[in-house]
């Protein structure tokens, strides 16, 4: 019971912040003049981190790579485990434009507050959806602002390494833009799916890896990219839960 109740309260406190950051986000988005939306979108990530610190559950160690001047763009990549995934990696201090699907920006509220920060829409059902989300993302890098990409395209479903989709490294490459891979653990419970109740995630971990330049690097070059990414990643998860890389990992069981 005392979960149940916890959950709503938790909820009670995401609505308030949301009520509260939507005008805000209006007004910033009003007066930003800067083409990339730079301080808007950063007033939105600190959004997800004011949620992420309502829940007492939820308790992230961020460690690694952090030398990071995000009027720099990367390409950052990150493994996928949990809708808390997001506030919680809007914990670091950097702006960043997000991937996601179409539905979530036709969602009220939310879906607005994306569109006022510039996150960047695909419609998984058109056929030139690669070609407009590098539009977008082209846009914004070419601005000096870094992009944001899942390239395992969904969440995990059971916590290992899904396959990963090339589209990220393939854009890295095009525009010669380095990829910041990040590492997130311990959010596989936190907000299950199909539900409204949070689960208990004491020992949540997001760990930044070193840059990885695209400079020099070809078409011809992008499945290699992807594959050491995959694996940097990979390895880390590995490392964290002492267990063999085969052991999680998705493709191995294909």
Partial sequence: MWEVIKSILIWIGIVILVI???PLLAVSRLFDRDPARYRTG???????????????????????????DDRKPYIMVCNHLSQADIPLISNLP?????IAKK???DTPVIGWMMKLAGDISVDREARDRRKQTYKQARFYLRHNCSVMFFPEGTRSRNGNLNRFKAGAFDLAIREQIPILPM?????QNTLPKRSWKF?????IKLKILDPISTEELEKSDIQKLTNEVRQDILDQLSEWREQEPSKIDNVSED
Wanted: aromatic share 16%; charged share 25%; hydrophobic share 45%.
């Fill in 20 to 22: 509260v950051w939507l």
């Fill in 42 to 68: 950063k007033l939105f990530r600190k959004l997800g981190k004011y949620i992420s610190k309502i829940n007492p559950n939820w308790q992230i160690v961020i460690t690694g790579y952090q030398d990071i």
């Fill in 94 to 98: 950097w702006e960043m434009k997000w």
């Fill in 103 to 105: 539905e979530l920006f």
């Fill in 183 to 187: 590492v997130i653990d311990g959010t």
């Fill in 199 to 203: 689960g208990v995630a004491k020992h």
